[in-house]
Nanobody, 121 residues
Framework: QVQLVESGGGLVQAGGSLRLSCAASGRTFSSDAMGWFRQAPGKEREFVAAISVSGSRTYYADSVKGRFSISRDNAKNTVYLQMNSLKPEDTAVYYC??????????????WGLGTLVTVSS
């Protein structure tokens, strides 16, 4: 059974940084491209970033390009999202999911509980 556990969220001032983690189990994590998504209050869930199976290729939503960095550790079945220069508009619940590399759509219907990031102005 697939399980995704996101962590690392919290309250931070604008301009600050956070590092999110997503631990995956119950699936061949090392065979999946992985992505981060977020859902702000009253808005639909949106794509944030994705990383290839090997970790050598990444792509980002325009809104976070240059500020966020996605990485992965296949030995630990974990994907990370380093978020710098945070803005109030980054406030959202952040989720991870498998993706088909090159796509901005999640592959699985299953979602973890997410981790809340709140950026104060």
């Amino acid at each position: 059974q697939v399980q995704l556990v996101e962590s690392g969220g919290g309250l931070v001032q604008a301009g600050g940084s956070l590092r999110l983690s997503c631990a995956a189990s119950g699936r061949t994590f090392s065979s999946d491209a992985m992505g981060w998504f977020r859902q702000a209050p009253g808005k639909e869930r949106e794509f944030v970033a994705a990383i290839s199976v090997s970790g050598s290729r990444t792509y980002y939503a325009d809104s976070v390009k240059g500020r966020f960095s996605i990485s992965r550790d296949n030995a630990k079945n974990t994907v990370y999202l380093q978020m710098n220069s945070l803005k109030p508009e980054d406030t959202a619940v952040y989720y991870c999911n498998a993706v088909r590399f090159g796509s901005t759509d999640p592959r699985m219907d299953y979602w973890g509980l997410g981790t809340l990031v709140t950026v104060s102005s």
